[in-house]
């Protein structure tokens, strides 16, 4: 059963060595049923797809079988969600073409990383990846959404001024998305309420 206190940790490559020791640590740090390798790109997103209301790092391979596959997986990826934090992990970043890697980077792409560094270094972006969807205040949103029960999630949550009511699960299609604005104006406002709060009671900050 997923560890729905830990983020799910996607590997998508068809050319991963079975002495790579990559998978292994990932295992050992977010358990086996946190972790999941797809030799096949359509197999990966469709995961990913079924499992969007989890916190989730993917490890991307860029060419599949010749073809840079890798970049459609990453277009089809962030359409889907903002909130998931895609690593590049490819053996030729240097013979990646120069408008792919900005389109990567413009689409923000978490790290880029060569194939052949130590698996203790990708753990490490791994981690840090990590550390950013843990703190990320849309990514908490969408994690307390996540936990609420399906018949609160479909109940109209809030009405705007013009009269449009929208379900927790209607805002959490737009923080995934981006489509329309509520989700983030709804993330805005609790950074702002955060910031607020703490602001008028700063003695308490590292107590």
């Known amino acids: 059963m ?7 940790v996607v590997i998508i490559d068809d050319d991963l060595p079975d002495n790579y020791p990559l998978p292994k ?19 990966g997103v469709k995961f990913i797809e079924e499992n969007l209301s989890s916190r989730i790092i993917v490890i991307l391979d860029i060419m599949f079988d010749g073809r840079a596959i890798g970049l459609e997986v990453f277009d089809h990826l962030v359409d889907k969600s903002s909130l998931i934090c895609v690593i590049i992990m490819t053996g030729n970043i ?11 980077i413009n689409g923000h792409a978490w790290y880029l990383v060569q194939r052949d560094k130590p698996a203790k270094e990708i753990m490490a972006l ?15 949103l969408e994690q307390w959404i996540a936990r609420q029960k399906p018949e609160d999630q479909q109940k109209p949550f809030l009405t705007t001024r013009e009269g449009e009511s929208y379900s927790l699960l209607d805002i959490l299609h737009s923080i995934r998305t981006g489509e329309d604005e509520i989700g983030q104006e709804m993330a805005k406002n609790i950074t702002s309420l955060a910031i607020s709060m703490l602001a008028r009671d700063r003695s308490r900050i590292g107590n």
């Open 25 to 43: 640590y990932l295992k050992n740090a977010y358990g086996n049923e946190n972790v999941f390798l797809f030799k096949y790109p359509a197999e």
């Open 126 to 140: 791994v981690k840090r990846a990590q550390d950013h969807i843990d703190t990320r205040i849309d990514g908490a």
């Open 2 to 8: 997923i560890d729905n206190t830990k983020p799910l």
């Open 94 to 104: 240097e013979n990646t073409a120069r408008e792919d890697l900005v389109k990567l």
